[in-house]
């Protein structure tokens, strides 16, 4: 019986399988069209984005060693537009619409000669201060610089990060995440959009009843003494074609988070969040997530307990991972 049982289920796997992916994809597209930046453009944080990818253009065309003439002179065009357009919006100028009005005028200013002054004229004048690490733009910096990070040991530092399942009773500080975080922040990201957020429980009863929504902490989710719910926000990309870039740029981040907590000597382990419709929409009830943040993943962070096991999750040979393409 138990044998015929199992074939059933063989035979109609796929079919169950069809069914709930398709209506796993319709959760995703409505919530891409309510979310997306091109939906309710005026909202602060899609203005905030879409200035971020904007001014980008023109950082990115100031760090080129051989620039063109009237490299830029497109973004420089947009960004104005884009500055005067929104400058009576809500909360306006938002963080990244204060250092896109500064970056436009630095490139304005270099690049004196390839623009016009109508154009110059055209820039905008927002009073408000900024601090010196909010200028943006570009830097001159020399290569000795960036390989002052270049750790001693790299193979030590990625051989020795487990995803840990039995964590000590010591505390872990909010400070120590939140430098963590703070680390991983330098994670590359589509045109610069930085579209990230993570929501901290560091409460045992609420750690509890996040938990109770995620199937793969039994047997160990009783000793998480933090956890991360990562997310990415989808108010960060206003084009179809970036339908997936969601979750790459937060998978990306998702992966610093863990490395920086390895780095400061906390363990951690990721908890799967590939979950139903039904699941997400009952979990974001219970929990205050924006409605535009898509979950990632749960994080579980703590220290390793002082004697531990791990699994070895062995890989295959380095030759099996990559492929080298010639024309």
Known sequence: MNKIKRQLKDILRPAKYTVNS?????YDYIRLIRHAGWVSVE???????????IYHRLEKS????NRRKNSGKDAVDDLNYFLEKHKTSKEYPTFHERIANNVLQQFLTQNAPEYSEPNKEATLDIATELK???????????SLSMINGTLEDPEGFFNTRYSVRDFSSRKVSVETVLRAIKMALKTPSVCNRQAWHAYIID???TIKEALSHQNGNKGFGQKIPFLLILSSDLHAFDMPEERYQHWIDGGMFSMSVVLALHSLGLSSCCLNWSKSPLSDIAFRKKFKIKKSHTIL???????AAENLKVCQSQRKSLESYYTTLKK
């Open 22 to 26: 398709a209506i796993g994809y319709l």
């Open 43 to 53: 909202t602060p944080s899609k203005r905030d984005y879409k200035s971020s990818k």
């Open 62 to 65: 100031l760090s080129f060693p």
């Open 132 to 142: 010196p690490s909010e200028l943006g733009g570009v830097y001159n910096i020399d």
């Open 203 to 205: 409460d045992a009863n």
């Open 297 to 303: 993943m749960m994080l579980a962070v703590g220290y």
